[in-house]
């Protein structure tokens, strides 16, 4: 049982000091975050239309990828616009309830992206490895359950660590970070925090974290066995093209987040983890469209389609 401390406060406010060290270079700053926010808005909104509308794009694999861009969209809106706000307005102040917001919105997408991640190599799998029974397999009612799976255990799992951390007693509200996050959360406890830690390696780092990764590299064996018996050379083109693109989404993804949560709270570096976590939340969602839409035909074509459309 924790001993209560003499400087524990109620904190009312955060104050976000993740950009206190880049004042003199703010709108450079702005202006970068702010071209990247609107590009990745722009083409992953573009894949969530192409993969709605039109009819090339209709099978299981596009229907997952225009949710995964759904995620992405709100995956970096959680974060930047109000990094945004801070380097415009010089403000950086966030209240109690809208970090607790940020925190929750953050870890539940950040969830949902690792199940989703899993489900498309499952998907995969089922394209290379079962293809005559492929769409039986990846039917649109079965996508949709597996999507609402998805959506139950990422709010699961984000209210768990989101309960954890808002019953922990602050004694600093200085967020050394550029958003609301666990880990410069957990640096501002004046308690023991020995469970948050547990839980964040046991929940996040093994049932999130590890196991829709094992759940990946598992269905990749099973890929690339049957891909190394495809004897054309265009079957077997189009098998890697399709698998690298969802490869190198969870390279970036998982490299970098793993870096950040599945570690002890002891070996934490603020200023890396600020820096991974501009990797993480905005590098992902932006190579996400552009690794998709440079590696796959699909989308090229229903891109080319639709601006041919648009400039009628």
Not at 31 to 58: H, R
Not at 123 to 146: G, N, T, V
Not at 155 to 183: A, E, G, R
Request: overall charge positive.
């Amino acid at each position: 049982m924790s001993v209560p401390n003499e400087n524990q406060t109620m904190v009312q406010s955060f104050n976000i000091l993740g950009f206190q060290d880049m004042k003199e270079k703010r709108v450079l700053l702005f202006m970068l975050l702010l071209s990247i926010y609107l590009l990745t808005f722009s083409s992953n909104m573009l894949i969530m239309i192409i993969t709605k509308f039109d009819t090339i794009l209709q099978n299981p694999m596009f229907f997952l990828l225009g949710n995964l861009s759904v995620l992405d969209i709100c995956y970096i809106s959680a974060t930047v616009p109000n990094m945004l706000v801070i380097l415009a307005s010089q403000q950086n102040t966030i209240s109690f309830v809208a970090c607790v917001v940020q925190l929750f919105s953050v870890i539940f997408l950040e969830s949902a992206e690792c199940f989703l991640l899993a489900i498309m190599a499952y998907d995969r799998y089922a394209a290379i490895c079962k293809p005559l029974h492929y769409i039986l397999i990846m039917s649109r009612e079965f996508c949709y359950s597996l999507l609402s799976m998805v959506i139950i255990a990422a709010v699961l799992h984000s209210l768990l660590h989101t309960l954890l951390i808002v019953h922990l007693p602050f004694c600093d509200n200085k967020i050394n970070h550029l958003f609301c996050d666990i880990p410069p959360l957990l640096k501002l406890s004046c308690t023991d925090t020995s469970l948050n830690e547990i839980i964040l390696f046991a929940v996040s780092g093994v049932f999130v974290g590890l196991g829709p990764l094992l759940f990946i590299f598992l269905s990749y064996i099973y890929i690339a066995c049957t891909i190394f018996k495809i004897t054309s050379k265009a079957g077997l083109r189009k098998a890697f093209s399709t698998c690298a693109s969802h490869l190198i989404i969870v390279f970036i993804f998982y490299g970098s987040g793993s870096f950040t949560y599945i570690r002890p709270k002891a070996s934490y570096s603020l200023e890396r983890d600020k820096l991974l976590s501009l990797f993480y939340n905005i590098v992902t969602p932006l190579a996400n469209p552009i690794v998709y839409s440079l590696r796959n035909t699909e989308v090229q074509t229903a891109l080319r389609k639709l601006f041919r459309t648009c400039q009628r």
